[in-house]
């Protein structure tokens, strides 16, 4: 089955299924966020980004093999309004932005920077630290030894635009971060956002002037 990326709440995952990792979409309420559980086909660790809500949805999707961290990607409330009990039924540990970590009411268990390292299993992911939606917002890059990237982006970029920004600087600084650090990336670099449907860099890059343009 083709994986589309589109998921609705209260409907089944979609799971892209690459050489070496599966990553499974999840939509939760009751504001329609992604959660996205990875899982290493060598070794069968899991990793769930963005414990959201909806506990027992993202806990069925988690299963009996159990996961060993779970990464919120920025502070908002709504990215982890279930990370307490995923956190305790599972004993995950806890992945977090630096700048974010003492905005999150379950404590950080591994503080993240631009450039560290995440792994599940033998699989690893990069940090990349973006400011503007929040002081510590964190995207993750996969680069798939055998295709293209793909990268989680929590609420920093979505298809159409960047995250939310309330001030202009917020604004330049997000851009630039995006510039810098994610639309460095191959046009075919598959894009996880925090809500709604996926897209590419490729398909978004062409917008950038006019993002500039309009200011959000």
Known sequence: MTYSGAVKVGGPADVHE?????????A????????????CRATGEQLLIDAANDAATLLTLIGDDGIASVVTTHQHGDHWQA????????????????????GIPVATDVAVDDGDTVTVGRVSLTARHLVGHTPGSIALVYDDPHGHPHVFTGDCLFPGGPGRTTQPAEFQSLMAGLEERVFTLPDETWVYPGHGNDTTIGTERPHLAEWHARGW
Do not use: C, F, H, W
């Open 83 to 102: 990370l307490a009990e995923v956190v305790s039924a599972t004993g995950a540990r806890t992945v977090a932005g630096r700048e974010d970590a003492p």
């Open 18 to 26: 690459l050489q070496d990792l599966m990553i499974s979409k999840v």
């Open 28 to 39: 939760v309420g009751p504001m329609d966020n992604n959660a996205y559980l990875l899982r």
